[in-house]
């Protein structure tokens, strides 16, 4: 729960952004000057919306069948955690993996921080390991 006691609507933003390909509908989601840190080797921390916008852009160019599931989320304050899985099958480059046309499953570990209904922060850790090893790129 924010500040106000309510929930931040999670499973909407993964639907209307993720799941429908839709990189301008981040700006209902997150403060204009969003920071991200990201964990994830490959991919460079950013910060506004446009660096995230271009970062989800990327990822749906390289990965258009991609489909995200909420496997757990907790809230508490201004803080939310997600364990999610990502499937797809990568037709282009991302973070420095190439196209091999083998379906992928993998894990995002998530952590916001949430101020006035909007991300403001994000930690992101998705398991690129685990991803090479699936597309044979270990």
Same mark, same amino acid.
């Given at each position: 729960?924010?500040?106000? @006691?309510? /929930?931040?609507? !999670?499973?909407? !933003?993964? +639907?209307?952004?993720?799941?429908?390909?839709?990189?301008?509908?981040?700006?209902?989601?997150?403060?204009?000057?969003?920071?991200?840190?990201?964990?994830?080797?490959?991919? $460079?921390?950013?910060?506004?919306?446009?660096?995230?916008? +271009?970062?989800?852009?990327?990822?749906?160019?390289?990965?258009?069948?991609?489909?995200?599931?909420?496997?757990?989320?907790? =809230?508490? @304050? +201004? %803080?939310?955690?997600?364990? /999610?899985?990502?499937? #797809?099958?990568?037709?282009?480059?991302? /973070?420095?993996?190439? /196209?091999?046309?083998? %379906?992928?499953?993998? !894990?995002?570990?998530?952590?916001? %921080?949430?101020? +006035?209904?909007?991300?403001?922060?994000?930690?992101?850790?998705?398991?690129?390991?685990?991803? %090479? $090893? =699936?597309? #044979?790129?270990?």
């Amino acid at each position: 729960m924010d500040a106000n @006691g309510e /929930a931040f609507p !999670y499973h909407e !933003y993964v +639907d209307e952004v993720w799941n429908a390909h839709d990189p301008s509908a981040l700006g209902k989601f997150f403060s204009p000057d969003v920071v991200v840190h990201s964990l994830t080797p490959g991919i $460079d921390p950013g910060t506004g919306l446009y660096y995230l916008k +271009d970062l989800a852009q990327s990822l749906f160019d390289a990965f258009p069948d991609v489909h995200f599931v909420v496997e757990e989320l907790i =809230q508490l @304050g +201004d %803080r939310l955690a997600v364990r /999610a899985t990502l499937e #797809g099958t990568p037709e282009g480059e991302f /973070a420095g993996i190439s /196209a091999t046309g083998k %379906r992928m499953k993998v !894990y995002d570990f998530v952590m916001y %921080r949430i101020s +006035d209904g909007k991300i403001t922060e994000v930690w992101s850790l998705v398991d690129m390991q685990g991803l %090479r $090893d =699936q597309l #044979g790129e270990s």
